[in-house]
């Protein structure tokens, strides 16, 4: 199973995104967060955007209504990533982002337990643990949740798990230690000067703990 660091990128304009893209174009797959400024305190991408890059794209839909979101913009990306704590069914998003031929993976925040997404692990592609309270880059890392992605890689050897906030030189480590794979960092890589240096900073410190045997792609 392969390792990914993953940038994340907030913006509020199309120049901003531009500005965003072009710092990130070393990539292979790069995260944007759409923010509604009502299940998060924050807005982003409240735009008709246009994605420019070559990267794969994950949407995180940090929304009230995902399933809004995902009829007007789908075509845009390639991975949509739903919080299981917004307002639509989970089931009916899981659908409607498989009706719309994407890859569909489900979020959860902090105070959230795998329990509640138990009957959606084997309808997804992928869990995304939040690491930090979702909406800012920059919010402070919750060590906790990580008992969370440990759980997760016991329940599912070959699922990706995908970690969300607070991802810097600091805390990598122990999330990949704990079984994550896919690693979102904002701040920490697109705050940077020099943010590919940044990125192969954090790809060093996950290459230096292999993935176990059992886990394949």
Same mark, same amino acid.
């Given at each position: 199973m392969k390792k990914e660091i993953i940038p994340a990128i907030i913006v509020k304009?199309?120049?901003?995104?531009?500005?965003?893209?072009?710092?990130?174009t070393f990539a292979k797959r790069i995260q944007i967060d759409i923010m509604d400024n009502k299940f998060?305190?924050?807005s982003s991408f409240q735009f008709n955007f246009k994605l420019k890059t070559k990267a794969k794209v994950e949407a995180h839909l940090m929304v009230q209504h995902p399933l809004q979101w995902i009829k007007s913009h789908a075509d845009k990306v390639d991975v949509i990533l739903f919080q299981h704590e917004s307002?639509?069914?989970?089931? &009916?998003?899981? #659908?409607?982002? *498989? $009706?719309?031929?994407?890859?569909?993976g489900i979020v959860i925040n902090p105070e959230t337990a795998i329990e509640?997404?138990?009957?959606f692990l084997d309808k997804v592609k992928e869990v995304?643990?939040?690491?930090?309270?979702?909406?800012?880059?920059?919010?402070?890392?919750?060590?906790?949740?990580?008992?969370?992605?440990?759980?997760?890689?016991a329940l599912k050897p070959n699922l990706h798990i995908e970690v969300d906030g607070g991802i810097?030189?600091?805390?990598i480590a122990k999330a990949n230690k704990a079984g994550a794979n896919l690693f979102v960092s904002g701040s920490f890589i697109m705050k940077n000067p020099q943010p590919q &240096?940044?990125? #192969?900073?954090? *790809? $060093?410190?996950?290459?230096?703990v292999p993935l176990s045997q059992n886990q394949t792609d």
């Open positions: 304009n199309q120049k901003d995104l531009e500005v965003a893209l072009a710092k990130a998060v305190k924050n307002l639509d069914d989970n089931e &009916k998003v899981i #659908q409607a982002i *498989k $009706k719309a031929k994407k890859t569909p509640e997404i138990g009957p995304l643990v939040m690491t930090v309270h979702p909406g800012f880059y920059g919010s402070k890392f919750v060590p906790e949740t990580l008992k969370k992605v440990k759980q997760l890689r810097t030189d600091k805390t &240096k940044a990125a #192969q900073v954090l *790809k $060093k410190l996950i290459q230096q």
